[in-house]
């Protein structure tokens, strides 16, 4: 008894320190950049984050209005799309679910470089912020239209069909039933949609149009020509904030439920 008690509380020791172990291996780097961000000659400072809301809000700012536009596009897009992914019935339904999920399987420089021959035919996206919020909707469509679809996969249909009974047409029904009982996968995509976006950079570097630099194009920028400076680091180190900030939030809320692939099939 005392032999299995023994192993049990040694089991525990080891899982314990290799999970501790893991999470200082992915932390580290994180802490590192953060310690970088606040050095300054003589000590400690925050005198490198006065350049994230000096020099560059400009570029905080740009990466919040393509995200934030290509979002609410994403969010248009997709709750019809994945209605009609549950609710009706047509032929080749798995293989179209399966090609509107592509993006998550592309390399962002090949989606970056299909874009670029793409935009060769439209000139104005080449030259336009619209270009490359268009560009982050095609990348992230399968982060937003997934966990809806599983929601509604979640939602049972009698719902729907009792308001269908009780009068109410099937824009009511929709808008009045169905999309606030959905509303957590709706959250689920827009956060991972937001945070994939406001990070992004690859992409952005193919279809950013001239004047257009988004934060983390910014940093790339300056990480090529001057090397990594603290004031680059606190500008890295707030984008790793917002979008740490955001996926706690997302996690807090509606856990992995939306995110699991097995609600597809």
Sequence with gaps: MNLARLRRHLADLISHAYIWGCLLIFVTPFLALLSYSFEKVGGVSLVNYEYVFGSFMDNLLTSVRVSGAAV????????????????????????????????????????GLSL???????????????????AMVVGTFPLMVVPIVVALKDLPQVFEEASL????????????????????????????????????????LFVSPPGVT??????????????LL????????????????AVLIFFRLFGTRYLKGTYLI
């Design 165 to 204: 009974s009780l009068g109410a047409t099937r824009w009511q029904t929709y808008w009045r039933i169905v999309f606030p009982l959905i509303g957590p996968g709706i959250s689920a995509g827009i956060l991972l949609s937001f945070v994939i976006v406001f990070n992004e950079y690859l992409v952005t």
């Design 230 to 245: 603290n004031t680059t680091a606190a500008l890295a180190a707030t984008l790793q904030i917002i979008s740490f900030i």
């Design 214 to 227: 988004t934060a983390p194009l910014r940093v790339f920028n300056l990480v090529r020509t001057a090397g």
């Design 72 to 111: 609410l596009i994403n969010l248009l897009i997709s709750l019809p799309a994945a209605y009609g992914l549950v609710r009706y019935r047509y032929p080749a339904k798995g293989f179209i679910l399966s090609a509107l999920t592509l993006p998550l399987y592309t390399p962002a420089a090949v989606l």
């Design 116 to 134: 670029v021959l793409t935009y060769n035919f439209t000139y104005k996206l080449t030259t336009s912020i619209w270009g490359l919020v268009f």
